[in-house]
T-cell receptor
Framework: NAGVTQTPKFQVLKTGQSMTLQCAQDMNHEYMSWYRQDPGMGLRLIHY???????DQGEVPNGYNVSRSTTEDFPLRLLSAAPSQTSVYFC????????????FGPGTRLTVL | AQRVTQPEKLLSVFKGAPVELKCNYS??????LFWYVQYSRQRLQLLLR??SRESIKGFTADLNKGETSFHLKKPFAQEEDSAMYYC???????????FGKGTKLSVKP
């Protein structure tokens, strides 16, 4: 099993550009989530999904969209990138609930100029 | 509001010394608490959860409801314990993980 994979590993964007961060898991997990990690701020939840076709907002959803058309994939879209979105983004998955062991991807380091 | 506080950004100890990473939480009800760890160049991973009451890599954590704490302890630190440690709570209206800001542990030889 590859576990949780994320692409790209690094990305540089200009202000106003859009892009999609990819996340996939091969463990048949129902629960998937996106976090951003900023120095001194820990990990903050952006969006999460409890199954295909179901998504909801986390703590810091503004400027991001998600969809969950399959169990495996959970892409994160930046609609119009802003410097405040410079961060490291982590995708995670777990069996059904947030209380189940979370398996994290390797992260995507995004810089917005 | 549910909240996790890790008061130390950085904790530095010598090899063989005891280590305690502090975690305090704010939650009404019975909390579910976790410690996640991120070693250098590795993925964030679960270290332990309070409900299993187990020791992982020599680390233990006891839930103290009176003090609303879930401190992580190890009697003898090893250099390979150097990492970023996050305390987390399942809370919020949707029952998602709420992370603290993390403590970087540095174990010196």
């Amino acid at each position: 099993n590859a576990g949780v994979t994320q692409t790209p590993k690094f990305q540089v964007l200009k202000t106003g550009q859009s892009m999609t961060l990819q996340c996939a898991q091969d463990m048949n997990h129902e629960y998937m989530s996106w976090y951003r990690q900023d120095p001194g701020m820990g990990l903050r939840l952006i969006h999460y999904s409890v199954g295909a076709g179901i998504t909801d907002q986390g703590e810091v959803p503004n400027g991001y969209n998600v969809s969950r058309s399959t169990t495996e994939d959970f892409p994160l879209r930046l609609l119009s990138a802003a410097p405040s979105q410079t961060s490291v983004y982590f995708c995670a998955s777990s069996g059904r609930l947030a209380t189940d062991t979370q398996y994290f991807g390797p992260g995507t380091r995004l810089t917005v100029l | 509001a549910q909240r996790v506080t890790q008061p130390e950004k950085l904790l530095s100890v010598f090899k063989g010394a005891p280590v305690e990473l502090k975690c305090n939480y704010s939650y009404s009800g019975s909390p579910e608490l976790f410690w996640y760890v991120q070693y250098s160049r590795q993925r964030l991973q679960l270290l332990l959860r309070h409900i299993s009451r187990e020791s992982i890599k020599g680390f233990t954590a006891d839930l103290n409801k009176g003090e609303t704490s879930f401190h992580l302890k190890k009697p003898f630190a090893q250099e390979e314990d150097s990492a970023m440690y996050y305390c987390a709570l399942v809370g919020g209206s949707q029952g998602n993980l709420i992370f603290g800001k993390g403590t970087k542990l540095s174990v010196k030889p």
